[in-house]
């Protein structure tokens, strides 16, 4: 297969697979429909087959960490890759229910939901950082920004209406009058964006991986 055809085609896959889609979603046409809904049911097999080799690659890196002693590093892929084994035979056990599987059920509720909790409390003091450096009046649009941030925070707390009751009336006026518009107007900027995006790849204008800064 030539450089051009290696290239191209990926291309015209794309735009006849979008344009199939578009007149199934908008004109309803039969054999669209038919097509359209054979393209999903591939979609589904590739993402599963994406699913396979993004494991047994996650395996083999952490495999040479094992084989190799990498320091501060072998220890916990070894651990990552007795987990995932023990994990994925405890659920074959029980394919069409594995929460029927009483150890792969402790599992989930005990070490994976914790972990999930664990992660997102400590999410919660990265966002209170990066909104700690943001809020700092270097000039005027920050200070106002600041102002806002303290009077919404007021507002969410109780003790913004012991501290003042006007707080809660200016809180709430700024969300729904200054957060939900700017909000819509960001969302709309975004789907044109996406749009405009689509677009150029479907004429192939937007070439991504296959662009000459990216490497060939």
Request: aromatic fraction near 14%; glycine fraction near 8%; hydrophobic fraction near 50%.
């Amino acid at each position: 297969m030539s450089e051009f055809i290696r290239k191209e085609l990926v291309y015209i896959i794309t735009g006849i697979v979008a344009v199939i889609m578009f007149i199934d979603f908008f004109f309803g046409v039969p054999l669209a429909t038919s097509i359209a809904s054979m393209i999903r049911s591939w979609a589904v097999v590739i993402s599963a087959m994406a699913l396979a080799i993004g494991a047994v690659q996650l395996t083999r890196t952490h495999l040479v960490h094992v084989t190799k002693r990498t320091p501060g590093r072998w220890f916990y892929s070894a651990w990552l890759i007795f987990i995932f084994i023990s994990t994925t035979i405890l659920g074959l056990l029980n394919l069409d229910n594995p929460s029927n599987n009483v150890i792969y059920k402790w599992i989930f509720n005990n070490v994976y939901t914790s972990l999930s909790t664990t992660t997102y409390a400590i999410t919660g003091f990265y966002i209170f950082s990066a909104a700690y450096r943001a809020f700092r009046a270097r000039n005027s649009d920050a200070a106002i920004l600041l102002i806002g941030g303290c009077l919404v925070i007021l507002t969410n707390a109780p003790i913004g209406g012991v501290i003042l009751g006007q707080i809660p009336i200016i809180g709430r006026w700024i969300l729904d009058t200054g957060q939900v518009p700017a909000t819509r107007t960001f969302l709309m900027v975004t789907a044109f964006g996406i749009l405009f995006y689509g677009f150029k790849v479907l004429i192939g204008k937007e070439r991504g991986y296959y662009s000459e800064s990216g490497g060939n």
